[in-house]
Antibody, heavy 121, light 110 residues
Framework: EVLLLESGGDLIQPGGSLRLSCAAS????????MSWVRQAPGKGLEWLSS????????YYAESVRDRFTISRDNSKNKLYLQMVTLRADDTAIYFC??????????????WGQGTLVTVSS | QSALTQTASVSGSPGQSITISCSGT?????????VSWYQQHPGKAPKLIIY???KRPSGVSNRFSGSKSGSTASLTISGLQAEDEADYHC??????????FGGGTRLIVL
């Protein structure tokens, strides 16, 4: 059974930094790209970033490109999201998700339950 | 890029069929980019129910079907059941791992 468990969400002041973690189990972690997706309160989903299975290729949405860094440790089956210069509009539930990529697209076939990040003074 | 456009809410009675639309532009939905759909119950994680416009993952009911015409993708749910009440999100894959979500549609089962 694929399991993804996020942690690290917190109440943080504007301008602060935070690192989210996602522990994965139930599949060959290093074989699959992984993503972070967030959902602001009462809003839709927003893809943030993806990383290749080996960790060497990272991709970002324009909205977070200069502030967020995705990484993974395949020896620990863990995915990370380092966030700096946080703003109020970064307040959201952050989901870790496994990617399934075919020849034509990538989708997120398994998701964690999410971790809440609240940016407020 | 702006989010894909979805109707805020739709409703239907048990047994009926409903269709949720997702509108984009030629650079996302209308291009060579494929669309997926996710179901999300309140307080829960999203669940993939349609990928590559029309395909269903293993275990997803065949009451769910996807289609696409031009710059509009659609999700149809037939034989509506109470458990289908949830939010539905469309997503267009734009290449290089980048994907664009819609704003979500709340399905209310009357």
């Amino acid at each position: 059974e694929v399991l993804l468990l996020e942690s690290g969400g917190d109440l943080i002041q504007p301008g602060g930094s935070l690192r989210l973690s996602c522990a994965a189990s139930g599949f060959d972690f290093s074989a699959f790209p992984m993503s972070w997706v967030r959902q602001a309160p009462g809003k839709g989903l927003e893809w943030l970033s993806s990383v290749s299975g080996g960790g060497g290729n990272m991709y970002y949405a324009e909205s977070v490109r200069d502030r967020f860094t995705i990484s993974r440790d395949n020896s620990k089956n863990k995915l990370y999201l380092q966030m700096v210069t946080l703003r109020a509009d970064d307040t959201a539930i952050y989901f870790c998700a496994k990617d399934y990529c075919s020849g034509t697209s990538c989708v997120n076939d398994f998701w964690g339950q999410g971790t809440l990040v609240t940016v407020s003074s | 890029q702006s989010a894909l456009t979805q109707t805020a809410s739709v409703s239907g009675s048990p047994g009926q069929s409903i269709t949720i639309s997702c509108s984009g532009t030629r650079s996302d939905v209308g291009g060579y980019n494929v669309v997926s759909w996710y179901q999300q119950h309140p307080g829960k994680a999203p669940k993939l129910i349609i990928y590559e416009d029309t395909k269903r993952p293993s275990g997803v009911s065949n009451r769910f079907s996807g289609s696409k015409s031009g710059s509009t993708a659609s999700l149809t749910i037939s034989g509506l059941q109470a458990e289908d009440e949830a939010d539905y999100h469309c997503c267009a894959y734009a290449g290089s791992r980048f994907r664009l979500f819609g704003g979500g549609t709340r399905l209310i089962v009357l």
